[in-house]
């Protein structure tokens, strides 16, 4: 469970919650079904028709991914990459199939099998980064689903604030009326940027860095088995795939590192 995600969305309606309150609002008065049905249902509805249903059932996963804590360590790769490069240089390239067979992740895994097989360098880059390629797009379909939802809630708000106002208008000649329409007219827009800003933009975000933070893991591991397949010696490897990474990141490396050799990690 990613903490971020979850204490971000807590705080957002505590907050929104907060300001009610502080201001003298009355909770029971922000809540309607019928603007909780035209803003999030009209939202649903139209994010169904602008992508393919197998994409639209997808979207509960999506969501789900936004709370998964996922580790995509860069340093974490640059060491099983330079294991491997250490393996290659003593034992030869066939060794690494075993080793191999005991890595979780497809993607290395599949990577270090290619090599074994001999497969031409080129083509090895090729074959990987189409994969990586699809990876991207799945990922973006998910973000743009996220984004395009953003898009409709605040609009579907104000479609429910014009339904609201119409009925005002339409018991017009009874004053007492007025307040509780207005009122009633005016939260389906509360709805609507509550939906946006609270909910599906920040996910969205969080789910572009999540992807593009796997995408820099995977370009190190195609850099780092086409290296190791180069023959290139695992000093060279190591310096040539921590340019990937922010310079932070290159000291904690420094640091994990020297206490490895230390023997205290």
Avoid: C, W
């Amino acid at each position: 469970m990613d903490i971020a995600t979850v204490v971000g969305l807590l705080a957002g309606i505590f907050f929104t919650i907060y300001g009610v309150y502080s201001s003298g609002g009355v909770i029971a008065s922000y809540i309607n079904i019928p603007s909780i049905i035209i803003t999030l249902g009209g939202t649903l509805a139209s994010t169904l028709m602008s992508y393919p249903l197998k994409s639209f059932l997808n979207l509960g996963n999506v969501i789900r991914n936004a709370f998964k804590e996922k580790d995509f360590s860069p340093n974490k790769i640059i060491e099983e990459i330079i294991n491997l490069a250490n393996v290659a240089r003593k034992e030869g390239l066939l060794s690494l199939e075993e080793y191999g067979e005991k890595i979780n992740d497809d993607f290395l895994k599949k990577g270090i099998l290619l090599i074994v097989d001999g497969t031409d360098p080129e083509l090895v880059r090729n074959i990987m980064e189409t994969e990586l390629t699809f990876l991207e797009d799945r990922h973006a379909e998910g973000q743009r689903m996220l984004e395009s939802a953003a898009t409709f809630a605040p609009a579907f708000g104000m479609i429910g604030t014009l339904v609201g106002l119409i009925n005002m208008l339409r018991t017009l000649s009874d004053p007492s009326t007025v307040g509780p329409q207005m009122s009633v007219a005016l939260v389906t827009t509360y709805y609507g940027s509550i939906l946006a800003n609270v909910v599906f933009l920040p996910m969205a975000n969080k789910l572009k860095i999540v992807g593009n933070k796997e995408v820099l893991v995977k370009e190190l591991i195609i850099e780092g088995l086409l290296a190791i397949q180069a023959g290139e010696n695992p000093r060279i490897i190591e310096e040539k795939l921590k340019t990937f990474v922010s310079p932070q990141m290159r000291k904690n490396y420094r640091e994990q590192e020297q206490l490895r050799r230390e023997g205290v990690i």
